[in-house]
């Protein structure tokens, strides 16, 4: 069925062309105001993107991310190109009353749609998984072990050696005193305990969290990169956990493995462990948590 | 004012005295109820948001202890989803369903009227905690342990009267439910088979399964929440034994299938509405109907997917699962699409909602998919990303598609036509006001700022994301006032309606506006799913 | 072909909107029967999340039952025994009744409704002095998982064989006013559908609290 000639713009491409100039002459006020346009740009993009990762693991969800995202914005701007095209040049024109061809279906279009997307979900589960395996992975030989206490409403961070054995406690969940000191480029375990409810042990650049459920104890490793060593990276508990759940925040501090392994036996030395509840009730015998790299 | 041959002979006599709509059994008006109720609860439930939204404006603890907004937010989510989004849902449900498969009302109408009445019930009780030393505080989630006895959470009954009043809501949908369900299988028009009923009643059918199998689970895992909190109980609480992992996946295998509950009949009235402004029928109708059942079937098998940081779960079956609802959904969304495709399309404001709530359940897809990747969800989770979706389906999603069929009915239950000027202006100022709102909630969630803090630090850089959300939030409630003006000025004097406004094709429109208590004194011939269609153009027009 | 909007041009059929209000002239299943049908299916997820609950805490218990209350587990000698037999009885006897009056014998409907409705009670009130004998003996539902899972259970069961009472004593009333015939009794067809299901989901309980072995 052929359209009438067009004799003049259609009031939805009118409405379009204004809303366009808007944005534009809005944009371009905004410069001249001074207002720098391309940062604000540049930090949009960025910021539809999570923090870059500072552990091995984190590397590897943030270029899982980088994956699902360009899959995202292509889907998103095919589908909503389909909408935008069906809704100006489908519009009906003024006086027209016929009725358009009236097609039911067609199997073969919900055929493609139907397999298309298959394929691409297919594709995101698996690089997914394999991505969880390199998250999840647990080596035989952690490093560093520390257990993470959570109670209304702060962390507390016990080191222990690998036969659990109580080593330092931190009570400062932050601060330049206090926090969660961390080796670089060594296999750190965290466990995860609570002492009341259900917590959250969050921090936004490992591209992590693992809830501090109680009754159970979690466990997980990271490793963080070398080159983050003397660093700070922030953490939050992350379930809600009651009234002050909004300042249950805690400090991750990255260490060079000398300055751990120094920092670890100047506290042990000056506070001689004492038993904490869940750890074993055997006395330390040497301070020897962490093997040198 | 446009009549049809099918008008019937005697219209709604006038007996709507108070009494008479309080002790009615007429789908109709009981309908309009649920639809008033709804709406009342969604100004409560917005009024919440705009103090949860007006607090986190800026950093600092400006005008609200962190208690109370604690308590906020769990109202605020608690009134929205359910005694706004699925009360207002099974009102269109109660008052169209009947009429599109040409029944004279509902299977159970006494019924009926009870599962309306509980619902302003149970909102009194929900209210009743801000004057009676506070509400529930733990989340509209309500976790396990911080939702059971004191010293775990605040003293006070305001979690038990949450659970009493969800209760009281969880029955009437189930009744509902079962309602829908035996009027859908038994009492439909000659001719109207299976296939014929509109893509509105197939929802409301699904819909109403998903509620008659996943409610009664939550009713348990409340009814085992309040003996812990208050007979000594140990379900969930793990100093005697308990676990808290359990109540989590007792309550998710009700609270996935729920939010499906919550998109499925706004999805229905969006089918109903694209293809009438579009003068086609809707594209595809048998794989509409495949992929609604699809979605509800696969909607009770991914409820884990809310609890992957807990370490408690089987993480590669539920990322499957959820992964694979993509797709019946994106069925949907094509065959929406290429209904509108080579049609002719006028857009008054139903349809102007319903491209609206194509491009923004779309984002909300979309960002889902993100949180079904497991270690991305580990980053998202339980932050304001997650908000971010939420909003995209539920208002970017329900809550267009909701006035979407508001403005498309209103016609119908009243007589009247609403203003389209003012209903155009309602669409801006609420498409613009959506959208920053919660489109900065991506970036917010991503930059790691959690969900559920009433406050956060000054220097955590997310000042400006936050006031923008705020300056949104405004916006969407501004554009509240065109549409309250809207139905005040068009019930008074709005142009009067006529039986078909629209030149729609399903039987509601085959009856005056509004229809007589009986419904219909004539019924056309049945032989599609466009039954008007066919009465207008004649069966042997191109189909 | 005119589209002038409004105007049907073609004649309706004229179709009676109302002719199978009340009773489907398709047959099949009636409404309240299909009703009570569907309900029995809420009812059945109801009690779904309650054994979840249940194997959920027994699976993450060493011991099952705690040592203290092995004995309150005991098949016979004990009150439980006889409640379950006569509860069993209870559905044969519903049952009877539904066959009578579907006969049209309402002699028979209304004795076997009543019997029924007399071992509904009577089972409750074993299960209220197995209750108060436990309770004696220190089992409540604040003892530990143990205490709380088994009175849920039971409790909840018991709270549904009391609505079903009721159910069958308003069937049995309508029946002695003369309101049941053989073409028409959907209430005593839906009610005994109810009762069986509360028969059903005794029997598994029962198997599953009592007669499945425990742990540790």
Same mark, same amino acid.
């Given at each position: 069925m052929s359209s009438p000639p067009r004799t003049r713009p259609s009031t939805v491409a009118l409405t379009a062309i204004a809303i366009g100039a808007l944005v534009l002459g809005a944009v371009v006020v905004a410069i001249v105001a001074g207002v720098n346009v391309i940062k604000y740009g540049e930090n949009f993009v960025t910021g539809l993107y999570p923090p870059a990762a500072v552990t091995e693991q984190g590397q590897a969800v943030r270029d899982l991310y980088t994956i699902v995202f360009l899959i995202a914005v292509a889907v998103f701007f095919v589908v909503e190109g389909l909408i935008l095209w069906s809704v100006i040049r489908y519009h009906r024109k003024p006086g027209d009353d016929s009725l358009p061809p009236q097609t039911h279906g067609n199997n073969i279009a919900e055929a493609v749609w139907t397999i298309v997307p298959t394929i691409i979900v297919a594709f995101l589960f698996i690089i997914s998984w394999q991505t969880l395996n390199v998250v999840d992975a647990t080596s035989a030989q952690p490093q560093t072990y520390v257990r993470a206490e959570a109670g209304q409403f702060q962390w507390t961070f016990? !080191?222990?050696?690998?036969?659990?054995?109580?080593? !330092?406690?931190? !009570?400062?969940?932050?601060?330049?005193?206090?926090?969660?000191n961390v080796p670089v480029g060594r296999t750190i375990q965290i466990q995860l305990t609570s002492h009341d409810v259900i917590h959250a042990f969050y921090v936004p650049q490992f591209l992590f969290k693992r809830d501090v459920v109680p009754g159970r104890t979690n466990k997980f490793q990271f490793n963080v990169e070398q080159a983050m060593a003397g660093q700070t990276f922030r953490g939050q508990c992350a379930e809600l956990c009651g009234i002050k759940h909004y300042d249950m925040t805690f400090d991750v501090h990255a260490m060079s493995g000398a300055d751990f392994d120094a920092w670890l036996a100047a506290e042990i030395a000056a506070n001689p462990p004492a038993p904490s509840p869940g750890a074993s009730s055997s006395p330390a015998a040497s301070p020897s948590a962490s093997t040198a790299p | 004012m446009a009549t049809t041959t099918l008008h019937p002979v005697a219209t709604a006599y006038k007996r709507s005295t108070l009494y008479d709509w309080v002790t009615t059994t007429d789908h109709k008006k009981i309908g309009i109820m649920y639809v008033i109720n709804s709406f009342v609860f969604f100004f409560i439930g917005g009024i919440l948001a705009l103090v949860v939204r007006s607090e986190l404006a800026m950093p600092g603890l400006q005008f609200l202890t962190s208690a109370t907004y604690n308590e906020f937010f769990t109202m605020h989510a608690t009134f929205?989803?359910?005694?706004?989004?699925?009360?207002?849902?099974?009102?269109?449900?109660?008052?169209?369903?009947?009429?599109?498969?040409g029944a004279p009302d509902m299977a159970f109408p006494r019924i009926n009227a009870l599962s309306l009445w509980m619902l302003p019930l149970a909102g009194i009780l929900l209210l009743s905690g801000f004057v009676t030393g506070g509400t529930a505080a733990a989340g509209w989630t309500s976790y396990a342990p911080l939702s059971e006895d004191y010293p775990l959470s605040s003293p006070g009954a305001g979690q038990d009267l949450w659970i009493v009043a969800l209760i009281l809501i969880g029955t009437s949908s189930i009744l509902g439910a079962i309602n829908f369900i035996v009027t859908i299988f038994?009492?439909?028009?000659?001719?109207?088979?299976?296939?014929?009923?509109?893509?509105?009643?197939?929802?409301v059918l699904?819909?109403?399964?998903?509620?008659?199998?996943?409610?009664?689970?939550?009713?348990?895992?409340?009814?085992?929440?309040?003996?812990?909190?208050?007979?000594?109980?140990?379900?969930?609480?793990?100093?005697?034994?308990?676990?808290p992992i359990l109540y989590q996946n007792i309550f998710w295998f009700y609270s996935h299938p729920a939010v499906y509950v919550m998109i499925l009949p706004a999805m229905g009235m969006i089918s109903e509405i694209l293809p009438v402004f579009s003068r086609k029928p809707l594209f595809g109708y048998k794989a509409f109907v495949f992929a609604t059942a699809a979605i509800g079937a696969l909607g009770f098998s991914v409820w884990a997917h809310h609890m992957f940081t807990t370490g408690a779960v089987y993480l590669p079956f539920f990322s499957l699962m959820t992964f694979l609802i993509a797709i019946p959904t994106g069925v949907k969304m094509f065959n929406w699409i290429f209904t509108m495709w080579r049609g002719k399309l006028t857009f008054s404001t139903p349809m102007i909602f319903a491209v609206g709530f194509l491009s923004m359940f779309l984002l909300g897809g979309i960002n889902g998919a993100f949180s079904a990747s497991v270690p991305v969800d580990f980053a998202l989770h339980d932050t304001y990303f997650v908000v971010a979706h939420i909003h995209y389906v539920l208002f970017g999603g329900s809550v267009f598609g909701i006035m979407a069929g508001f403005y498309y009915w209103f016609p119908k239950m009243t007589g009247r036509m609403l203003n389209e000027t003012l209903g155009k202006v309602q669409f801006v100022l609420m498409f613009i006001g959506f959208n920053m709102t919660f489109f900065p909630m991506h970036e917010l969630g991503l930059a790691g700022m959690p969900r559920r803090i009433a406050d956060y630090a000054a220097t955590a850089g997310w000042n400006d994301l936050n006031l923008?959300?705020?300056v949104g939030g405004f916006l969407i409630a501004a554009s509240m006032l065109p549409l309250?003006?809207?139905?005040?000025?068009?019930?008074?004097?709005?142009?009067?309606?006529?039986?078909?406004?629209?030149?729609?094709?399903?039987?509601?429109?085959?009856?005056?506006?509004?229809?007589?208590?009986?419904?219909?004194?004539?019924?056309?011939e049945i032989r599609s799913e466009r039954p008007l269609f066919d009465l207008r153009h004649g069966p042997a027009s191109d189909h | 072909m005119t589209t002038e909007s409004q105007s049907l041009t073609t004649t309706p059929v004229q179709h009676d909107p109302l002719e199978n209000y009340g009773h489907d002239r398709r047959g099949g299943i009636?409404?309240? @029967?299909?009703?009570?049908?569907?309900? @029995?299916?809420?009812?059945?997820?109801?009690?779904?999340?309650?054994?979840?609950?249940?194997?959920?805490?027994?699976?993450? +218990? +060493?011991?099952?039952p705690p040592e203290q209350f092995a004995h309150t587990l005991q098949v016979w000698p004990s009150l439980v025994l006889?409640?379950?037999?006569?509860? @069993?009885?209870?559905?044969?006897?519903?049952? @009877?009744?539904?066959?009578?009056?579907?006969?049209?014998?309402?002699?028979?409907?209304?004795? +076997?409704?009543?019997?029924? *409705? *007399?071992?509904?009670?009577t089972f409750l009130v074993l299960q209220a002095t197995d209750y108060w004998l436990l309770g004696h003996d220190g089992l409540t539902l604040s003892s530990g998982t143990f205490g709380t899972t088994y009175y849920t259970l039971t409790g909840f069961h018991g709270a549904h064989v009391f609505g079903g009472v009721i159910m069958l004593s308003v069937v049995l009333y309508r029946g002695m006013a003369g309101q049941f015939s053989a073409k028409h009794h959907d209430a005593v067809e839906a009610a005994s559908l109810y009762w069986h299901f509360v028969d059903v989901v005794w029997i598994l309980l029962f198997t599953i609290l009592y007669i499945i072995p425990g742990k540790g």
């Amino acid at each position: 069925m052929s359209s009438p000639p067009r004799t003049r713009p259609s009031t939805v491409a009118l409405t379009a062309i204004a809303i366009g100039a808007l944005v534009l002459g809005a944009v371009v006020v905004a410069i001249v105001a001074g207002v720098n346009v391309i940062k604000y740009g540049e930090n949009f993009v960025t910021g539809l993107y999570p923090p870059a990762a500072v552990t091995e693991q984190g590397q590897a969800v943030r270029d899982l991310y980088t994956i699902v995202f360009l899959i995202a914005v292509a889907v998103f701007f095919v589908v909503e190109g389909l909408i935008l095209w069906s809704v100006i040049r489908y519009h009906r024109k003024p006086g027209d009353d016929s009725l358009p061809p009236q097609t039911h279906g067609n199997n073969i279009a919900e055929a493609v749609w139907t397999i298309v997307p298959t394929i691409i979900v297919a594709f995101l589960f698996i690089i997914s998984w394999q991505t969880l395996n390199v998250v999840d992975a647990t080596s035989a030989q952690p490093q560093t072990y520390v257990r993470a206490e959570a109670g209304q409403f702060q962390w507390t961070f016990v !080191y222990l050696n690998d036969h659990g054995d109580v080593l !330092y406690t931190q !009570y400062a969940p932050s601060g330049k005193d206090g926090g969660l000191n961390v080796p670089v480029g060594r296999t750190i375990q965290i466990q995860l305990t609570s002492h009341d409810v259900i917590h959250a042990f969050y921090v936004p650049q490992f591209l992590f969290k693992r809830d501090v459920v109680p009754g159970r104890t979690n466990k997980f490793q990271f490793n963080v990169e070398q080159a983050m060593a003397g660093q700070t990276f922030r953490g939050q508990c992350a379930e809600l956990c009651g009234i002050k759940h909004y300042d249950m925040t805690f400090d991750v501090h990255a260490m060079s493995g000398a300055d751990f392994d120094a920092w670890l036996a100047a506290e042990i030395a000056a506070n001689p462990p004492a038993p904490s509840p869940g750890a074993s009730s055997s006395p330390a015998a040497s301070p020897s948590a962490s093997t040198a790299p | 004012m446009a009549t049809t041959t099918l008008h019937p002979v005697a219209t709604a006599y006038k007996r709507s005295t108070l009494y008479d709509w309080v002790t009615t059994t007429d789908h109709k008006k009981i309908g309009i109820m649920y639809v008033i109720n709804s709406f009342v609860f969604f100004f409560i439930g917005g009024i919440l948001a705009l103090v949860v939204r007006s607090e986190l404006a800026m950093p600092g603890l400006q005008f609200l202890t962190s208690a109370t907004y604690n308590e906020f937010f769990t109202m605020h989510a608690t009134f929205m989803i359910f005694l706004f989004v699925i009360p207002m849902l099974a009102g269109f449900g109660n008052y169209v369903v009947p009429l599109q498969i040409g029944a004279p009302d509902m299977a159970f109408p006494r019924i009926n009227a009870l599962s309306l009445w509980m619902l302003p019930l149970a909102g009194i009780l929900l209210l009743s905690g801000f004057v009676t030393g506070g509400t529930a505080a733990a989340g509209w989630t309500s976790y396990a342990p911080l939702s059971e006895d004191y010293p775990l959470s605040s003293p006070g009954a305001g979690q038990d009267l949450w659970i009493v009043a969800l209760i009281l809501i969880g029955t009437s949908s189930i009744l509902g439910a079962i309602n829908f369900i035996v009027t859908i299988f038994k009492m439909r028009a000659p001719g109207m088979t299976l296939f014929r009923m509109p893509i509105m009643v197939w929802t409301v059918l699904t819909t109403s399964v998903l509620v008659l199998m996943a409610t009664p689970v939550i009713t348990s895992a409340l009814i085992m929440l309040f003996i812990d909190r208050n007979y000594g109980g140990s379900f969930f609480d793990p100093r005697n034994g308990g676990d808290p992992i359990l109540y989590q996946n007792i309550f998710w295998f009700y609270s996935h299938p729920a939010v499906y509950v919550m998109i499925l009949p706004a999805m229905g009235m969006i089918s109903e509405i694209l293809p009438v402004f579009s003068r086609k029928p809707l594209f595809g109708y048998k794989a509409f109907v495949f992929a609604t059942a699809a979605i509800g079937a696969l909607g009770f098998s991914v409820w884990a997917h809310h609890m992957f940081t807990t370490g408690a779960v089987y993480l590669p079956f539920f990322s499957l699962m959820t992964f694979l609802i993509a797709i019946p959904t994106g069925v949907k969304m094509f065959n929406w699409i290429f209904t509108m495709w080579r049609g002719k399309l006028t857009f008054s404001t139903p349809m102007i909602f319903a491209v609206g709530f194509l491009s923004m359940f779309l984002l909300g897809g979309i960002n889902g998919a993100f949180s079904a990747s497991v270690p991305v969800d580990f980053a998202l989770h339980d932050t304001y990303f997650v908000v971010a979706h939420i909003h995209y389906v539920l208002f970017g999603g329900s809550v267009f598609g909701i006035m979407a069929g508001f403005y498309y009915w209103f016609p119908k239950m009243t007589g009247r036509m609403l203003n389209e000027t003012l209903g155009k202006v309602q669409f801006v100022l609420m498409f613009i006001g959506f959208n920053m709102t919660f489109f900065p909630m991506h970036e917010l969630g991503l930059a790691g700022m959690p969900r559920r803090i009433a406050d956060y630090a000054a220097t955590a850089g997310w000042n400006d994301l936050n006031l923008i959300a705020t300056v949104g939030g405004f916006l969407i409630a501004a554009s509240m006032l065109p549409l309250l003006w809207n139905i005040f000025v068009s019930l008074r004097s709005g142009k009067p309606a006529g039986d078909d406004p629209w030149e729609a094709n399903t039987l509601e429109w085959a009856t005056s506006s509004p229809p007589p208590p009986y419904n219909f004194d004539h019924l056309p011939e049945i032989r599609s799913e466009r039954p008007l269609f066919d009465l207008r153009h004649g069966p042997a027009s191109d189909h | 072909m005119t589209t002038e909007s409004q105007s049907l041009t073609t004649t309706p059929v004229q179709h009676d909107p109302l002719e199978n209000y009340g009773h489907d002239r398709r047959g099949g299943i009636s409404n309240p @029967i299909l009703g009570m049908l569907l309900f @029995i299916t809420s009812e059945v997820m109801f009690f779904a999340g309650l054994f979840a609950a249940y194997f959920n805490t027994r699976a993450s +218990a +060493a011991i099952w039952p705690p040592e203290q209350f092995a004995h309150t587990l005991q098949v016979w000698p004990s009150l439980v025994l006889p409640a379950t037999i006569l509860l @069993i009885i209870s559905s044969f006897t519903c049952q @009877i009744a539904v066959w009578s009056i579907r006969r049209g014998d309402r002699v028979r409907f209304i004795r +076997a409704m009543a019997i029924t *409705v *007399v071992l509904g009670i009577t089972f409750l009130v074993l299960q209220a002095t197995d209750y108060w004998l436990l309770g004696h003996d220190g089992l409540t539902l604040s003892s530990g998982t143990f205490g709380t899972t088994y009175y849920t259970l039971t409790g909840f069961h018991g709270a549904h064989v009391f609505g079903g009472v009721i159910m069958l004593s308003v069937v049995l009333y309508r029946g002695m006013a003369g309101q049941f015939s053989a073409k028409h009794h959907d209430a005593v067809e839906a009610a005994s559908l109810y009762w069986h299901f509360v028969d059903v989901v005794w029997i598994l309980l029962f198997t599953i609290l009592y007669i499945i072995p425990g742990k540790g």
